[in-house]
């Protein structure tokens, strides 16, 4: 079965600073994959996906970005933070198919000072 | 556009009753499938249930079962027996598929549940 590591779980990082956040998939090759963001409280906002090695795709404009340099490797980044970065970021593997359910990264809880 | 709404901020409910939680969709896809995820405080995403636009039946998974009113877009999750490790945020959530040849998954905003003892 598909399982998905994310790290470091936690980060703080001070305003302007740079982030990357990384997102590793096993158990399944060629996956699509996203980045949502929780803000405190709040529902998952879809931010990237990617369907494959250097293809990513924006749901809304913000200060991150995306990267897929290998098919199980989705990073998320930004040159300079922003206080509005702060949330709870999950990377996830959409369903495959019919009665299937997207699956989810532990998350890494990000806040900027 | 496709959208997911859940009215309940938050609810309590007392141990061992049974809580039903509310989550109306808006699509004009005829497939698609609705998901309820619980969110513990630590923060991963439980897959909870699965209800797919065209099963006849309402999902079932042991405790929980799902709701499904289709006319009136409707999947509310019902929580049976209720337990203390029930507290937690609940997102009911919406696969739509895209043109492509992904998937889409959104989410509502979530309901917070607090099982009172």
């Known amino acids: 079965s598909q399982t998905i590591h994310q790290w470091p779980a936690t980060l703080v990082q001070p305003v302007g600073s740079p982030l990357s956040l990384e997102c590793t998939v096993e158990?399944?090759?060629?996956?699509?994959l996203y980045w949502y963001r929780q803000a405190a409280g709040r529902g998952l906002q879809l931010l990237f996906y990617?369907?494959?090695?250097?293809?990513i795709s924006s749901e809304v404009p913000q200060n991150l970005s995306a990267s897929r340099p290998q098919d199980r490797q989705f990073i998320l980044s930004s040159k300079k933070l922003l206080l509005s970065d702060s949330g709870f970021y999950l990377c996830?593997?959409?369903?495959?198919?019919?009665?299937?359910?997207?699956?989810f990264g532990q998350g890494t809880r990000l806040t900027v000072v | 556009a496709q959208k997911i709404t859940q009215t309940q901020p938050g609810m309590f409910v007392q141990e061992k009753e049974a809580v039903t939680l509310d989550c109306t969709y808006d699509?004009?896809?005829?497939?698609?499938?609705l998901f309820w995820y619980k969110q513990p405080s630590s923060g991963e995403m439980i897959f909870l249930i699965y209800?797919?636009?065209?099963?006849?039946q309402n999902a079932t998974e042991g405790r929980y079962s799902l709701n499904f009113q289709k006319a009136r877009k409707s999947a509310n999750l019902v929580i049976s027996a209720s337990q203390l490790g029930d507290s937690a945020m609940y997102f009911c959530?919406?696969?739509?598929?895209?043109?492509?040849?992904?998937?889409?998954?959104?989410f509502g905003p979530g309901t917070s549940l607090s099982v009172i003892p």
């Open positions: 209800q797919g636009s065209y099963d006849e």
């Open positions: 996830a593997c959409p369903p495959r198919g019919v009665n299937t359910e997207a699956f």
């Open positions: 990617s369907v494959g090695i250097g293809q």
């Open positions: 158990g399944t090759s060629n996956p699509n």
């Open positions: 699509t004009s896809d005829q497939s698609y499938g």
């Open positions: 959530a919406m696969r739509v598929s895209m043109k492509t040849s992904y998937d889409k998954v959104i």
